[in-house]
């Protein structure tokens, strides 16, 4: 299965995949790394000899992992209705966007591949997946994981995981903007690298706007139904409800302005797109995603939980 290593050797070596399947399923570095961890407490607990009859540790691995994800993402819907206000996906940095090397233990954030699949926007579809269709869809579509492989961890025939990635890909289908007749290999590339462009300007635009606590210029840089959503965990402050509107947002964002002297603004790399860091005395408060479309600002998510920040602490 996928990059699976050969002998008892190449165990130790699939952490870093598996932490980028696990995070794709969970979206919570916290609890990726507990499943990783899982599976290989229970590989460390295999008779030396069962160990050596395994062909493929990368694929048992990969395997319990998945299995692992399944049990969480099934008691997650539970507790994520329990979590004050919003629940969002970890956000998570690129480091090479930071000053200088982390002085502490390996974070598993920087064993993260960043790429469209771990965008804030598509996570929050992932969301809205069943526990058996996230897994299906992530490890085939994502990973190429064929279905015979799949079917072994969600219990389930192949051909039923071949629909639960197709239901799962029509969801994410269903929350792009529609395809128009353009859309070829070439032409796709080449919007890609447009918009990523225009998204980074609007983003500074909101930076610039936000600091100057100019409401008119933030009002025109959002899209009237623009829809921002905070999670604060219960922990750090963060409006419970999404608040939707572009007036509305702007206002929100202007009285945060007014009630944080002091706050500093910095444009950085979320989940592989452009984003905004908001920290005070050198300390991370907020990491804030955004989606844009026509350069305007549809969608923010702010996440403010502190639990959710750890990896975003810069180093000395």
Same mark, same amino acid.
């Given at each position: 299965?996928?990059?699976?290593?050969?002998?008892?050797?190449?165990?130790?070596?699939?952490?870093?995949?598996?932490?980028?399947?696990?995070?794709?399923?969970?979206?919570?570095?916290?609890?990726?790394?507990?499943?990783?961890?899982?599976?290989?407490?229970?590989?460390?607990?295999?008779?030396?000899?069962?160990?050596?009859?395994?062909?493929?540790?990368?694929?048992?691995?990969?395997?319990?992992?998945?299995?692992?994800?399944?049990?969480?993402?099934?008691? @997650?819907?539970?507790? &994520?209705? =329990?979590?004050?206000? %919003?629940?969002? /996906?970890?956000?998570?940095? $690129? #480091?090479? +966007?930071?000053?200088?090397?982390?002085?502490?233990?390996?974070?598993?954030?920087?064993?993260?591949?960043?790429?469209?699949?771990?965008?804030?926007?598509?996570?929050?579809?992932?969301?809205?997946?069943?526990?058996?269709?996230?897994?299906?869809?992530?490890?085939?579509?994502?990973?190429?994981?064929?279905?015979?492989?799949?079917?072994?961890?969600?219990?389930?025939?192949?051909?039923?995981?071949?629909?639960? @990635?197709?239901?799962? &890909?029509? =969801?994410?289908?269903? %929350?792009?903007? /529609?395809?128009?007749?353009? $859309? #070829?290999? +070439?032409?796709?590339?080449?919007?890609?690298?447009?918009?990523?462009?225009?998204?980074?300007?609007?983003?500074?635009?909101?930076?610039?706007?936000?600091?100057?606590?100019?409401?008119?210029?933030?009002?025109?840089?959002?899209?009237?139904?623009?829809?921002?959503?905070?999670?604060?965990?219960?922990?750090?402050?963060?409006?419970?409800?999404?608040?939707?509107?572009?007036?509305?947002?702007?206002?929100?964002?202007?009285?945060?302005?007014?009630?944080?002297?002091?706050?500093?603004?910095?444009?950085?790399?979320?989940?592989?797109?452009?984003?905004?860091?908001?920290?005070?005395?050198?300390?991370?408060?907020?990491?804030?995603?955004?989606?844009?479309?026509?350069?305007?600002?549809?969608?923010?998510?702010?996440?403010?939980?502190?639990?959710?920040?750890?990896?975003?602490?810069?180093?000395?």
């Amino acid at each position: 299965m996928g990059r699976a290593g050969t002998g008892i050797g190449g165990a130790a070596g699939e952490r870093p995949q598996l932490i980028n399947v696990a995070y794709r399923l969970l979206g919570s570095l916290t609890e990726a790394e507990d499943a990783v961890q899982e599976a290989y407490t229970r590989w460390y607990a295999l008779p030396r000899s069962r160990q050596e009859e395994i062909v493929s540790p990368g694929a048992w691995l990969t395997t319990v992992t998945g299995r692992v994800c399944l049990d969480v993402l099934g008691s @997650a819907r539970a507790r &994520r209705e =329990r979590y004050v206000g %919003a629940w969002l /996906p970890d956000p998570l940095p $690129d #480091r090479t +966007e930071w000053a200088g090397p982390g002085t502490g233990p390996a974070d598993p954030a920087d064993q993260l591949v960043l790429d469209e699949s771990v965008t804030m926007a598509f996570l929050v579809v992932l969301e809205s997946m069943t526990p058996a269709e996230r897994v299906a869809f992530v490890l085939h579509d994502v990973f190429r994981y064929p279905f015979a492989e799949i079917a072994r961890i969600v219990g389930r025939t192949p051909a039923a995981c071949k629909q639960l @990635a197709a239901s799962g &890909r029509r =969801r994410v289908r269903a %929350a792009r903007p /529609p395809a128009t007749a353009a $859309d #070829r290999a +070439e032409a796709v590339r080449a919007e890609a690298v447009r918009a990523e462009a225009v998204r980074a300007e609007a983003v500074r635009q909101v930076k610039e706007a936000w600091q100057a606590k100019d409401i008119t210029t933030l009002v025109g840089l959002l899209d009237p139904a623009a829809v921002m959503t905070a999670d604060g965990g219960g922990v750090a402050g963060a409006a419970l409800h999404p608040v939707e509107g572009g007036a509305r947002i702007a206002q929100y964002m202007i009285a945060i302005a007014d009630r944080a002297p002091g706050l500093e603004l910095l444009e950085r790399s979320v989940n592989g797109t452009p984003g905004l860091v908001a920290r005070r005395a050198g300390v991370v408060l907020t990491v804030a995603a955004f989606d844009v479309h026509d350069g305007h600002v549809t969608r923010i998510w702010a996440v403010r939980n502190p639990e959710k920040l750890r990896p975003w602490a810069e180093a000395d």
